[in-house]
């Protein structure tokens, strides 16, 4: 993955940096709300423009003590290193409400940092806003930049100023103009880390990260948007999105945590495998099932993780007969990778990794046409799928016919009178042949398919390998 430059948006609270950010992306990928204080940790997103690209990163919003926010100061520490990392920083203040005494106070700590600084007026899409802007050039960054974040008003020509500013130097491991898309494209794992809040899912991406990457408190609903952090392992690029707790809607009164369930639930659809965090000292209770199930519902790869599992007592093979209970009770975790984590001190937390990446080439393993031919007429000639209203329910043949998810087609007489119990049946005679461990497995029954042959599955397809070639003394008989 390319180590694009980075743009960094700060400011006091509640002056439209995720509105900016935003804007600039072309999609809400921020949460967005009047309360200060909505966003916390950094949020980085790639952007294209006038054939560049860059990390455009919205942080927290800028408070000098914890009077007003317990976890001011670990924001703080956020902005610190965003701005660290910066190209350019837009320091963005509210051309309505006007100079105040926290921005002059921010201005004094960013003209430490020996950055490129931007300064942007914000909600000037009014004339009479413009002419007051000017009081913010005693912040000493030079004249404003006038924008609004909810019109776009001058936003694409910051933009193109922003890219002037960026130090030649940072464009060499990034992108450079003229580059395909298919150049700068990787095959990066994205994975999304759910569960309730409070679950550790935080304190999982920093340590899986390496560095505090996000906040991390006590306070349940800490993590209000979702979060992107990119690393690399064992030559896997994976990006984890750090999503907030995921409660029953029945208690989401809040107009934040409301927009946060939709950002974690739109985390599931952009993400090839989801890790749900379930805190082992609490167990498994049903907003976990809730979050398996849209995981399942989405057709994603999925690993239920136990977290906290240094603080939970330990008796006789304690994790044995948990599990035991858990899969005489829960369907849903059946053939799912299931084990025990503790994010705070690391322990087997560098299994993870390699867990997920197992479960993407789950999802886009070929079965092979002969060895699923083999294992559908075993399962029909040990269990042939019983008549249905004196109809016969007579199954033919099968073949596979996509990946990502594994989706096999089943040719059969009467489609719609194919039982639950059968196809749970089947799924579990291909789960238990094939390696589809935490890999979605679907079932199509219709009354003709068309085969279809493993090579063409395209290159993303990880395919079974050939058989050896048998000796030559048993080939010349």
Request: glycine share 6%; net charge negative; charged share 30%.
């Amino acid at each position: 993955m390319r180590n694009l430059p980075k743009i960094v948006i700060v400011g006091r609270p509640n002056v439209g940096k995720s509105s900016l950010f935003n804007r600039i992306l072309g999609r809400r990928a921020a949460v967005v709300s009047d309360r200060e204080g909505v966003t916390r940790d950094r949020h980085f997103q790639d952007v294209s423009w006038d054939s560049r690209r860059f990390t455009l990163v919205d942080t927290g919003g800028y408070l000098p003590d914890e009077g007003i926010d317990p976890l001011a100061g670990s924001v703080r520490a956020q902005i610190s290193a965003a701005v660290d990392e910066a190209s350019v920083v837009l320091f963005l203040v509210d051309g309505i409400v006007g100079l105040t005494e926290l921005d002059m106070r921010f201005a004094k700590v960013l003209r430490g940092a020996d950055r490129p600084v931007v300064l942007v007026v914000n909600k000037s899409e009014n004339p009479d806003t413009r002419l007051e802007a000017w009081d913010f050039l005693k912040l000493g960054f030079g004249e404003p930049f006038m924008v609004s974040a909810v019109t776009g008003y001058e936003v694409g020509n910051l933009l193109s100023r922003v890219i002037e500013l960026v130090p030649a130097d940072a464009w060499s491991d990034g992108d450079r103009p003229g580059e395909s898309s298919a150049e700068r494209s990787d095959d990066a794992v994205r994975v999304a880390i759910l569960g309730k809040p409070n679950a550790g899912k935080s304190t999982l991406v920093n340590r899986l990260v390496g560095e505090d990457r996000t906040v991390v408190s006590d306070i349940p609903g800490t993590t209000r948007d979702s979060i992107d952090c990119a690393l690399k392992w064992k030559g896997k690029t994976f990006v984890l999105t750090d999503t907030a707790g995921l409660r029953k809607k029945a208690k989401i009164s809040d107009e934040v945590e409301y927009f946060s369930n939709m950002r974690s639930l739109e985390a599931i659809r952009r993400s090839q495998v989801c890790v749900v965090m379930v805190d082992a000292v609490a167990g498994i209770g049903e907003q976990d099932l809730r979050i398996i199930r849209q995981i399942v519902a989405n057709d994603r790869g999925l690993i239920v993780l136990f977290n906290k599992w240094d603080l939970v007592e330990k008796g006789d093979k304690t994790w044995d007969h948990m599990t035991r209970d858990l899969l005489a009770k829960y369907n849903e975790l059946e053939d799912m990778p299931l084990f025990s984590v503790s994010a705070l001190t690391g322990q087997r937390v560098s299994r993870l990794l390699d867990t997920i990446a197992q479960v993407r080439d789950n999802m886009r393993r070929v079965l092979g046409r002969d060895a699923l031919v083999e294992v559908f007429e075993r399962a029909v000639a040990e269990n042939a799928h019983p008549d249905r209203h004196s109809k016969p329910v007579l199954m033919r043949r099968a073949c596979q016919i996509l990946i990502e998810p594994v989706v096999v087609a089943v040719e059969c007489t009467q489609p719609e009178l194919v039982d639950d119990h059968w196809k749970r049946y089947f799924t579990r005679r291909l789960r238990q042949r094939f390696e589809l461990t935490g890999a979605p497995v679907k079932l199509n029954f219709d009354r003709e398919i068309h085969l279809r042959k493993d090579d063409e599955f395209g290159p993303n397809a990880v395919v079974p390998e050939a058989p050896a070639a048998a000796p030559e003394e048993e080939l010349d008989e």
